[in-house]
């Protein structure tokens, strides 16, 4: 099924206020900027958040929907759990690097959401995702379990976002695909026991 002009129209209105937070930084745009931007008035524009926080809390909730949805699809495939892991890493870093607007904003202007709970039961969701992965690899004996749960899920999480974003800005010569299989090279080496 298509989708309606309404959620083409939310995509094209948090997409532009996504690439003018990036560049400006969220306090230094204005409401005027971003409906001049998107060709709108700001009666308009209010349409779609009641203020430049409420469109702020949008970005970050679809992105952190999107990243939950690929989860759900990847947990509900019938591959073994170290695959559905890597599956979510390349769609984890591959996400960083074509959204990277967004990316930049979450990290950057979090403090200023207005509902920092929805954020964080859904981050949170997403993480119990990867550590429900990650659990079902060490009981498979395919990943460490000396090391805890925590340390492993953040640190999935922060090499599948650093180096995507250091991708982006630098490109050094290598693919995106180069990148990813590099740092799920890195997460494997540190969470695996070495053959003896």
Do not use: C
Request: aromatic share 8%; net charge neutral; no cysteine.
């Amino acid at each position: 099924m298509g989708r309606s002009r309404q959620e083409e129209l939310t995509d094209s209105v948090l997409e532009a206020a996504s690439n003018l937070f990036a560049e400006k930084g969220f306090h230094e745009t204005s409401t005027d900027e971003l409906a001049n931007r998107l060709g709108i008035s700001k009666p308009t524009l209010y349409k779609y958040g009641s203020s430049k926080a409420a469109i702020l809390q949008a970005i970050v909730r679809r992105n952190h929907e999107r990243a939950l949805d690929e989860a759900r699809r990847i947990a509900a495939g019938k591959a073994a759990s170290l695959d559905q892991l890597r599956e979510l890493f390349r769609f984890h870093t591959h996400f960083a690097i074509e959204h990277r607007h967004e990316v930049r904003i979450i990290d950057g202007e979090r403090h200023r959401l207005t509902d920092r709970d929805e954020i964080d039961r859904l981050a949170g969701e997403y993480l119990s995702f990867i550590k429900s992965l990650i659990t079902d690899a060490q009981k498979s004996g395919e990943l460490r379990d000396d090391i805890p749960l925590e340390l492993i899920a953040r640190s999935f999480i922060a090499l599948a976002l650093g180096p995507s974003k250091w991708f982006v800005e630098k490109k050094k010569g290598l693919s995106e695909e180069e990148v990813i299989e590099a740092n799920w090279s890195l997460f494997m080496r540190g969470s695996t026991r070495s053959k003896k």
